[in-house]
């Protein structure tokens, strides 16, 4: 049983004192996940525009690269703050 308490207590969050965690830390971090998300979405729709069936008109070739630029740029300035 002393092994499980050991673990649990090792499982522990402390904050660094001498790097505390901020608003803007918390911010940037929001702004990573979702830049992330973004990222990873417009990633699949330029996939999946781009090899889908039919004529390809100019928005099949921007809307997926866009979504991923904006994804891209959301997640730089999350990092940012960090």
Request: net charge positive.
């Amino acid at each position: 049983m002393r092994a499980l308490s050991d673990v649990t207590l090792a499982a522990v969050w402390t904050p660094n004192p001498d790097h505390p965690y901020t608003w803007a830390m918390f911010l940037g971090f929001l702004l990573l996940v979702f830049g992330g998300a973004i990222t990873v979405t417009g990633a699949f729709a330029t996939v999946t525009l781009l090899r889908g069936p039919g004529e390809r008109k100019w928005g099949s070739f921007v809307i997926g690269p866009f979504i991923l630029a904006v994804g891209l740029a959301i997640g730089y300035a999350g990092v940012a703050l960090l």
